[in-house]
């Protein structure tokens, strides 16, 4: 069954710096493009980041040099690095994954969601 | 960065046809895939391509594109598909956006 697992959310204060992990189980995360996928508390989904199977990596104007995604091979699993925390950064993250062939691309499937809290 | 426009909100009644649009310019040259989320759940997805449904997605669901517009179509709405309906595509700068949300009401 093809399934994935967050982990690492939390209470964390402002400035503070948090690690998600995804971890992927019936596919292998390295050969597939992973992205992570947030939604504030009441409000829509907002795409994050993106991961390559080529290890190209993307990130929203919102996080951009404050998260970093990445994978580790041999674990199967995805991360998520955020750094310089903010209060409006709290959110459920998803990780999914996505299938991409142009000019086609879809996200399946989700993990069950994260909460991350910023505030002091 | 792109952007993807949906309505806010939609109703419809129970067993009639409802159409779930997303505006964008990346639509003129990726397609649009559907996610339907309820209540305390993680997002589905229910049609991609230019028109394929996951296995276990009702056949009443369809999705289909013309120009900047994608649109997600349901045909006989049931009362279990009062849910949250998002859009997402790509674009040439490596975005993925999704639209704002579409909430359906079945009345």
């Known amino acids: 069954e093809v399934q994935l697992v967050e982990s690492g959310g939390g209470l964390i204060q402002p400035g503070g710096s948090l690690r998600l992990s995804c971890a992927a189980s019936?596919?292998?995360?390295?050969?597939?493009?992973m992205s992570w996928v947030r939604q504030a508390p009441g409000k829509g989904l907002e795409w994050v980041s993106v991961i390559y199977s080529g290890g190209s990596t993307y990130y929203a104007d919102s996080v951009k040099g404050r998260f970093t995604i990445s994978r580790d091979n041999s674990k199967n699993t995805l991360y998520l690095q955020m750094n310089s925390l903010r209060a409006e950064d709290t959110a459920v993250y998803y990780c999914?994954?996505?299938?991409?062939?142009?000019?086609?691309?879809?996200?399946?499937?989700w993990g069950q969601g994260t909460l991350v809290t910023v505030s002091s | 960065s792109s952007e993807l426009t949906q309505d806010p909100a939609v109703s419809v009644a129970l067993g009639q046809t409802v159409r779930i649009t997303c505006q964008g310019d990346?639509?003129?040259?990726?397609?649009a895939s559907w996610y339907q989320q309820k209540p305390g759940q993680a997002p589905v997805l229910v049609i991609y391509g230019k028109n394929n449904r996951p296995s276990g997605i009702p056949d009443r669901f369809s999705g289909s594109s013309s120009g900047n517009t994608a649109s997600l179509t349901i045909t006989g709405a049931q009362a279990e598909d009062e849910a949250d309906y998002y859009c997402?595509?790509?674009?040439?700068?490596?975005?993925?956006?999704f639209g704002g949300g579409t909430k359906l009401t079945v009345l």
């Open positions: 999914a994954r996505e299938i991409a062939a142009a000019p086609y691309n879809w996200f399946d499937p």
């Open positions: 019936g596919f292998t995360v390295s050969s597939n493009y």
């Open positions: 997402n595509s790509r674009d040439s700068s490596g975005n993925h956006p």
């Open positions: 990346s639509l003129r040259s990726y397609y």
